[in-house]
């Protein structure tokens, strides 16, 4: 494990236990259980998703989602394969995962393990990165620890019964643009590499309004005024992802939504975009390494 993950950081730890007290001031509003493995679900604030999980040995199987998957460790150790090592992450530690980078993840002791995750669409770091170099900041190692990085994470995750509001949104984005860029291997991988940021917004934002359809390369090359070619490498510099991709797991997102209000699975399916049920379920357990009656199950909707 890198260097950086070491237990002892007093205020990493603090942070970690911060949140962990937090968590048992509305036990009928959690899912999470000592007994049994949960989710619980934030609501979805300014397109950034958060969760709360305690899982007993291995929760998800290989998958890989299109956001930025930021994490603190409260309780237990968290062990999951990333980039083809097996990595570490014990209480007060941060989690930080690439876009697009498959994973997976568990307890890696038999106490179990509670953790927290904030989803960040890389799309919102486009204004947040202001002029620095182009291209999303990779962080070579995915456990790192950071005072300013843990403070500010463990407040944003701190109430998971509310939403952010619009300034603590920006401030949050700015705080995780700069910690990335701190961690980042120097951009490296972005050098020689510029994109239009209008165009690439103009993308999003036609992808996640028609979501529930299919969507053609015409009109999206009439969207962003780029020609496909084009508009699928400048997408994957800035955003980490496909276009095609994108759109799935916007899908996607809009599925949870739904079973988070308990509707049945059979309805979900072709209402959020998909062609059936297999369909739907066969790119669920790829992007979230688990089944939606796992996942429903979990949160208490099954």
Known sequence: ?????????????????????????????????????????????????????????????????????????????????YRGSVRYSQPGDIIVLHPDEVHDGGAGTEEGLRYRMLYLPPEMLIDALGERPRGLPFVPSP???????AASLAEV????????GELRLDDTLTGIADALLRHSDGGRKASGRTFDPAAIRRTCDFLQTHSDRQVN?????????????????????????????YLVMRRLERARGM????????????????????????????AHGMTPGRWASLCGRA
């Open 217 to 245: 390369s015409a009109e999206l090359e009439n969207v962003s005024g780029l020609d496909r070619f084009t508009l699928a490498r400048h997408f994957r510099w800035s955003v980490g992802t496909s276009p095609h991709r």
């Open 259 to 286: 079973i988070g209000s308990g509707r049945s699975l059979v309805d979900i399916a072709p209402e959020s975009g998909f062609s059936d049920q297999a369909h739907f379920t066969r790119h669920f357990k790829k």
């Open 1 to 81: 494990m890198n260097a950086n993950s070491t237990l002892g950081n007093r205020t990493l730890e603090a942070s970690g236990a911060s949140i962990a007290r937090s968590g048992h001031g509305n036990l009928e509003r959690s899912c999470i259980s000592a007994a049994s493995d949960s989710i619980k679900v934030a609501p979805v604030s300014g397109g950034i998703e958060r969760i709360e999980a305690h899982f007993h040995g291995n929760a998800f199987e290989p998958h890989r989602h299109d956001t930025y998957a930021l994490g603190l460790t409260l309780q237990g150790v968290q062990a999951f394969r």
């Open 157 to 164: 995750m701190r109430d998971l019964d509310g939403a952010i």
């Open 143 to 149: 456990v790192i620890a950071d005072r300013a990085f």
